[in-house]
């Protein structure tokens, strides 16, 4: 069946370490994004890529980084800059704009 | 910048009613507006999807419509069922797909 994968389903990370999360479709989409979700709160959106090779900042990307390598990965690395990256991520992607946005199950990360 | 507000937050109904959930948002200038469903900790399943010239789109016992003018769009589900109790999300699309989101309605419906 055709998805997005994210792993790992919870990640926990120290005091002054980067950490990546994994982000893969096998879904053809062209477009990925990555959302932050907050207790109460909407997501809101930390980066985006329309093509390989291709991405741009989102409202939130500081303390963030990404890259598009290839068509079917996506993943974002949460550096020491992020204070407060206590959260829920989610993984998206569509085949154009005008289609529906595709969502992995997330990956929680919390602070040791 | 786009603000998108749903009101209430949590709702409430018994089995068999239906559900009336809205979004309001500022900007009348968007691309698409989507609804989600989001179950305690998964991520986003899409509902459905409004392109800016649709007034309403329908499936199944989901329908939306979308008013630009007043800034408003709505959810309806008929005749609603336990299976329909979760988080109701919209979101307003952009023309490079980026969306800004509401914070949701919890929905509870009680058999």
């Known amino acids: 069946d055709g998805g997005i994968t994210q792993s790992p389903k919870y990640l926990f990370r120290k005091e002054g370490q980067n950490v990546t999360l994994s982000c893969e479709q096998n879904l053809n989409h062209d477009a990925m994004y990555w959302y932050r979700q907050d207790p109460g709160q909407g997501l809101r959106l930390i980066y985006y890529s329309q093509i390989v090779n291709d991405f741009q900042k989102g409202d939130i990307a500081e303390g963030y980084s990404v890259s598009r390598e290839k068509k079917e990965s996506f993943p974002l690395t949460v550096t020491s800059a992020q204070k407060n990256p206590t959260a829920f991520y989610l993984c998206a992607s569509s085949k154009t704009v005008d289609q529906p946005q595709h969502f992995g199950d997330g990956t929680r990360l919390s602070i040791l | 910048k786009q603000e998108v507000t749903q009101i209430p937050a949590a709702l409430s109904v018994p089995e068999g009613e239906n559900l009336v959930l809205n979004c309001s948002f500022t900007?009348?200038?968007?691309?698409?507006l989507q609804w989600f469903r989001q179950d305690p900790g998964k991520g986003l399943t899409s509902l459905l999807l409004i392109q800016s010239s649709q007034r309403e789109q329908t499936s199944g016992r989901l329908n939306a419509s979308l008013d630009k003018s007043s800034g408003r769009s709505t959810l309806y589900i008929a005749a609603s069922q336990p299976g329909d109790s979760a988080t109701y999300l919209c979101a307003i699309g952009d023309s490079w797909g980026k969306l800004q989101f509401g914070a949701g309605t919890q929905v509870v419906v009680t058999p």
């Open positions: 900007d009348s200038a968007i691309y698409n």
